[in-house]
Structures are given as structure tokens and as C-alpha cells.
T-cell receptor
Framework: NAGVMQNPRHLVRRRGQEARLRCSPM?????VYWYRQLPEEGLKFMVY????????ESGMPKERFSAEFPKEGPSILRIQQVVRGDSAAYFC?????????????FGSGTRLTVV | QQQVKQSPQSLIVQKGGIPIINCAYE??????FPWYQQFPGKGPALLIA?????SEKKEGRFTISFNKSAKQFSLHIMDSQPGDSATYFC????????????FGTGTRLKVLA
């Protein structure tokens, strides 16, 4: 029973390139959450998605960032035209449909480095 | 008002010691307070959580103390072991927006053998 799978584990991009981060939720989970962890800081909520729907994107930067969770396949966090300030660890978590929310399971993260 | 302030930033204890990590919040709407443990290169893992209707909760060697009037809560690790060396994060959420955690900035704990 695999946990939340994120890939790649490490991603290096030059300034101006695009970064695509993938998250496969735990089996049976249809809710996905993305958090960002800047160096020496706690995690900050970015977005909450259900299959084919964005439920809450209040933590997403207004520009360059987008997220999707298609009917088939993993959830994708996309960062266009990356800048050095985007360097961070991005964590995905998932939870099942209809269960009480408490303590979702995080993946191991994608560490994005912008050079 | 949405912040959770965590201290200390780092902590070193001897094996068997009792490290204590403290968190404080302002938003009285918060009603769920989890602690997460994160090892290097890994995602955070839920350790223990508490609701404001109790003042203390124990799970194994981990204890949360909660002071509702002071809006503070803390994590105590009894009989700490080198394997407990990790970064610990407190967090808070509101039931109506339960999926959105506000995390503290983390405490890096090192337990010396």
C-alpha cells in the first residue's frame, strides 16, 4: 500500500524555465493538498484539489503557479518562468473522500532548486 | 492573527532528557492542534494532536499540554532517544477549513547519545 508518491524528488531548473511537480495520492484518496516549505520556514498551504476541481487556491501565488488534478493521472503543480525565490520543498498530501479530516499523509516532497 | 509562533528554533538534549517545544497562537477559532515530525529528506508525519477541550494528551513518550486561556500548547518528549532527532512542527486549523493547516516555523531537535 504505497503512500503519497511525489516525483521528481529533486528538480533543478534555470530561471525562466517551467517546473512540473507530480503527486500521486494514496490509493482510494481523491483529495489532494499542496504545501510549500521555504528554507528554515514551516509549511505553507497552497491549494486543495479534488478530482477535476480546485476547491481552495487561496495560498497560490497569483501569477506563474497553477495546479490540476485530472480525472486520470497524478495531480500536477506547475510553475512557469521560475525565479530563484521559487526554490523550496513542495509537499503534497492526500485524504480520502468523506472521512473526517484529521492528519493527512504527506509525500516525501519535491525539492526545487532554481539556478 | 493567522500565525502560530514556535520556539525554540533548535534544541539539543542528552539521551533520556525531556525536550519541550512551545507554540502560541492568536486566533481563538483554531480548534485542532497537531504536531508533525519531519526527518531530513522526508515529508512531515503526524505525531500527535489535541483539541482545546482537553488540557493534556499522551501517546507513548509524546505528550501535548494545552493551555486554552494562554493560547499556548507544547510538546514534551519523555525519555528522548537519538532516533527522536528530527524537526518538529506544531500546527493549527479551524474545523470549518480543516484541510488548511497553519504551521509553526519548526524546531530542530538533536538528542545526543
Amino acid at each position: 500500500n504505497a503512500g503519497v508518491m511525489q516525483n521528481p524528488r529533486h528538480l533543478v531548473r534555470r530561471r525562466g524555465q517551467e517546473a512540473r511537480l507530480r503527486c500521486s495520492p494514496m490509493k482510494g484518496h481523491s483529495h489532494v493538498y499542496w504545501y510549500r516549505q521555504l528554507p528554515e520556514e514551516g509549511l505553507k498551504f497552497m491549494v486543495y484539489l479534488q478530482k477535476e476541481n480546485i476547491i481552495d487556491e487561496s495560498g497560490m501565488p497569483k501569477e506563474r503557479f497553477s495546479a490540476e488534478f485530472p480525472k486520470e493521472g497524478p495531480s500536477i503543480l506547475r510553475i512557469q518562468q521560475v525565479v530563484r525565490g521559487d526554490s523550496a520543498a513542495y509537499f503534497c498530501a492526500s485524504s480520502p473522500e468523506g472521512k473526517g479530516f484529521y492528519g493527512y499523509t504527506f509525500g516525501s516532497g519535491t525539492r526545487l532548486t532554481v539556478v | 492573527q493567522q500565525q502560530v509562533k514556535q520556539s525554540p528554533q533548535s534544541l539539543i538534549v542528552q539521551k533520556g532528557g525531556i525536550p519541550i517545544i512551545n507554540c502560541a497562537y492568536e486566533n481563538t477559532a483554531f480548534d485542532y492542534f497537531p504536531w508533525y515530525q519531519q526527518f531530513p529528506g522526508k515529508g512531515p508525519a503526524l505525531l500527535i494532536a489535541i483539541r482545546p477541550d482537553v488540557s493534556e494528551k499522551k501517546e507513548g513518550r509524546f505528550t501535548i499540554s494545552f493551555n486554552k486561556s494562554a493560547k499556548q500548547f507544547s510538546l514534551h518528549i519523555m525519555d528522548s532517544q537519538p532516533g527522536d532527532s528530527a524537526t518538529y512542527f506544531c500546527a493549527a486549523s479551524v474545523t470549518s477549513v480543516a484541510y488548511k493547516y497553519i504551521f509553526g516555523t519548526g524546531t530542530r531537535l538533536k538528542v545526543l547519545a
